[in-house]
């Protein structure tokens, strides 16, 4: 009892946590390059770029000093935050001090590979074929986790619970699901929710221009939708019946 | 063990078959050891693109049936040292070709060269899926049109599904793509599509840009690749495009309507 009482008295408490944290292991010192290449990961995966925190670890690198504000800056011109920096010798652990980012030892064994989970292109691996393109998990509600692009002719169910698409929904293709449909890139194709008679269900795309939206049977035809909607981000539900679409911008 | 490339798209008449020719040029031109499969039965001109079609005496239907062994059918490009042309038969008809047919042909050519690139047919029929089923990359030729854009994402599709590395679960093939006949100033009008839309729709990485261009028709009916001719937009198009697939990095060009101020050439032409 008293310990509620003095408790109430914290400004705050430690907790040890384990959050789960985006290494980004660094190959190159050269910000131009890591540029270039954040450039083309931003376009293909614009939902992984949102203020994630990012670990840099340069174990990799072999430079005594690192342009590490310059790296910084760059990385947050692409809406990922760097929090720490992982590695490197004296010098490099004072600059991320100094920047006011945390310095971790380097680590022993190999991170696993997040490059496949966080953006589904590998470039410049240039011989060999390798690049986990999709990716797919069971959801525990009963749903899907698909990553990359729904193509023309491609039909996609998620015939228990939601669907989730880390990617865009293009032209010609067509997603289905019992329950919610959640579209992190553009909805090009049709989208169809609630396909057991959910009327609850919802669907959520940050781009909208499909050809055709359902939920629980009802639907709307991209002809049917009020143009000041098209291209936003946007959240489409049932309401008396009829089907609602509202900006989320 | 050679890498098996296909050039495909979908739709017709987007430059496949003078994609290939110029690829295959290039590739061999940097010293690989490349052959290029015309796998369009019925409607075969590679071998009038690459200017050796009074030469064809065999075809891949011909060594598919047993009616001629590989070196007879392959023809050696006069041009180019390494460079081989594997016709297709202009007289039978497209079921002539079978899977096991072709995984026969590959084995064996796999084992002497470096790159095997397949001319793949138009359209998602069978004849575009047995060029694509033995792949391990596609170079996906896109115009900067939306029926085409629209192909190509169906290409893609099956791409992802229907060819051997999917079957089998092994690495996915690798997807490259080329845009061409792009045309800057019909793009700058709203004519065509620009390239950061295809990019974001078909959302693959880009192998190269090749400018709509006149040198691509006069070589063609010439028989001499565009490759060749390095004075040509085209021409300097492909070379970059060869660079990027043998692992290089070429800044992109041709993308921008050129006709700049005296000011820009002088002094944003510096850059790399
Ligand atoms: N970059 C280009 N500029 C101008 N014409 C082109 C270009 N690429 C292809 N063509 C022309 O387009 C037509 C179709 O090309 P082709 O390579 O035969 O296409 P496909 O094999 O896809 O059917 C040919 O006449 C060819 O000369
Ligand atoms: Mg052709």
Redo the contacts between chains.
């Keep these: 009892m008293s310990l509620n009482v003095d408790r109430a008295g914290l400004a705050f408490t430690f907790k040890g946590g384990m959050l789960p944290m985006t290494v980004m292991e660094l190959t190159s010192a050269d910000p131009e390059r890591i540029r270039d290449q954040l450039a083309g990961k931003l376009s293909q995966s614009p939902a992984f770029f949102q203020h994630t925190p990012v670990v840099l670890n340069v174990e990799k690198l072999d430079e005594p000093h690192l342009a590490l504000e310059r790296i910084c800056a760059v990385c947050r011109a692409h809406k990922l935050l760097p929090v720490a920096v992982r590695g490197g010798p004296d010098p490099v652990k004072q600059s991320a001090w100094a920047l006011g980012l945390g310095w971790f030892p380097p680590q022993e064994i190999k991170p696993r590979n997040l490059e496949s989970v966080a953006a589904d292109t590998q470039p410049a691996k240039e011989d060999t074929f390798a690049a986990a393109r999709h990716e797919e998990t069971p959801a525990s509600n009963g749903g899907r986790i698909y990553r990359g692009t729904v193509r023309s002719g491609q039909q996609l169910t998620a015939p228990e619970g939601d669907l989730v698409v880390v990617g865009s929904v293009n032209a010609g293709a067509e997603v289905l699901a019992a329950g919610n449909i959640h579209v992190y890139g553009a909805l090009r194709g049709r989208a169809l929710a609630g396909i057991h008679g959910d009327h609850d269900a919802s669907i959520f795309c940050r781009e909208l221009h499909a050809e055709l939206l359902s939920v629980a049977g009802n639907y709307k035809r991209l002809e049917d939708v009020d143009p000041r909607l098209l291209s936003q981000p946007v959240q489409v539900r049932l309401s008396d019946d009829q089907l609602s679409i509202a900006s989320m911008s | 063990m050679a890498?098996i490339i296909v050039v495909t798209s979908g739709k017709g008449g987007v430059g496949k078959t003078t994609s290939a020719a110029a690829i295959a040029t290039g590739l061999a031109l940097r010293g690989n050891k490349t052959i290029v499969i015309d796998f369009d039965v019925g409607l075969r001109n590679l071998d009038l693109v690459m200017g050796c079609e009074r030469r064809v005496v065999y075809d891949l239907v011909n060594v598919i049936q047993g009616e001629a062994g590989l070196n007879q059918a392959m023809i050696r490009d006069k041009r180019v040292d390494n460079l081989h042309i594997l016709p297709a038969s202009q007289t039978r008809d497209k079921e002539a070709l079978t899977s096991e047919g072709i995984e026969q042909v590959l084995d064996e050519l796999v084992k002497d060269f470096d790159y095997i690139l397949c001319d793949s047919p138009a359209g998602?029929e069978q004849g575009a899926q047995l060029a694509m089923y033995y792949a391990?990359?596609a170079v996906v030729v896109t115009n900067p049109e939306v029926s085409s854009v629209?192909?190509s994402?169906?290409i893609?599709?099956?791409l992802?599904s229907k060819t051997r590395r999917a079957e089998r679960g092994q690495?996915?093939?690798?997807?490259h793509l080329l845009i061409t006949r792009y045309n800057p100033t019909r793009v700058d009008d709203g004519d065509m599509l620009n390239l950061?839309d295809i990019?974001?729709?078909?959302?693959?990485?880009l192998i190269g840009l090749i400018p709509e261009s006149e040198a691509v028709l006069r070589s063609s009916n010439q028989g001499i690749p565009v490759t060749h001719d390095q004075s040509s937009d085209a021409g300097q198009a492909y070379t970059d495009t060869v660079s990027r697939l043998?692992?290089e990095d070429v800044p992109l060009r041709f993308h921008e309507y050129q006709k700049k101020g005296l000011f820009s050439r002088m002094f944003g032409g510096g850059r790399r």
């Design positions: 890498k998602i391990d990359a629209r192909d994402d169906r893609l599709g099956l992802a690495d996915p093939v690798k997807e950061e990019r974001e729709i078909l959302a693959i990485d043998l692992g």
